[in-house]
């Protein structure tokens, strides 16, 4: 099953992905992980990145889905995996959409975590706090709200025209957010017959 996670800024993507990889049996994909792992192998490719990512510049599109591209060709992608960050605009979405349709494996579900955003930055503010997280102030989360708001929900639209998205509401305890994600997963199992 290949997957798509959206969700905002202090959502609980990172502890949902944990959950539903686990559950699911397949890879988490992350593509800031997969930088750096390229970065640390010295590939090719990885070196190429490393370039943008010291000049402070955006790896371009067609890189990232390169170094994608080869995550999906080991061993373990076979039965599917879950992106994490990736994609985060409309180019990186078309270009995976290529990528998988010529491999004959189109994505199957993006699933979008619903948090309503003065929420978040309550969560955030408060995690802030109890963690000592200097980098969570108002004015950076509010400008991580924005980032959000103009490259990632711009992706929520195109999804839903390919009928592929699937939102789950993100308040509440971990395990009843969980227990609404885990509902539409295998609604959509029970319906398309897929393991």
């Known amino acids: 099953m290949l997957l798509v996670f959206i969700g905002p800024p202090g959502a609980g993507k990172g502890t949902q992905c944990k959950r539903l990889v686990e559950y699911l049996g397949i890879p988490h994909i992350s593509t800031g992980e997969l930088l750096r ?36 060709d080991q ?38 975590l619903q948090v309503d955003e003065k929420v978040l930055v309550e969560r955030m503010i408060e995690r802030a706090k109890i963690e000592h997280r200097p980098d969570d102030t108002p004015e950076t989360i509010a400008n991580r709200m924005q980032v959000y708001r103009s490259q990632t929900m711009p992706l929520l ?36 017959g897929s393991p």
């Open 157 to 192: 639209a195109y999804y839903s025209q390919r009928c592929l998205l699937r939102s789950i509401d993100g308040l509440g305890t971990p395990d009843e957010v969980f227990a609404r994600i885990k509902a539409v997963v295998d609604a959509y199992q029970a319906s398309s």
């Open 75 to 112: 061993p373990d992608c076979r039965s599917g995996c879950l992106f994490d960050g990736f994609p985060r605009t409309i180019g990186q979405a078309e270009s995976l959409d290529i990528y998988l349709r010529d491999r004959g494996t189109p994505l199957n579900l993006v699933l979008e």
């Open 37 to 72: 792992d390229a970065h640390d192998e010295k590939s090719p490719l990885g070196i190429m990145a490393d370039g943008y990512m010291k000049a402070g510049k955006l790896v371009p599109d067609p890189l990232v889905m390169s170094i994608v591209g080869e995550r999906l």
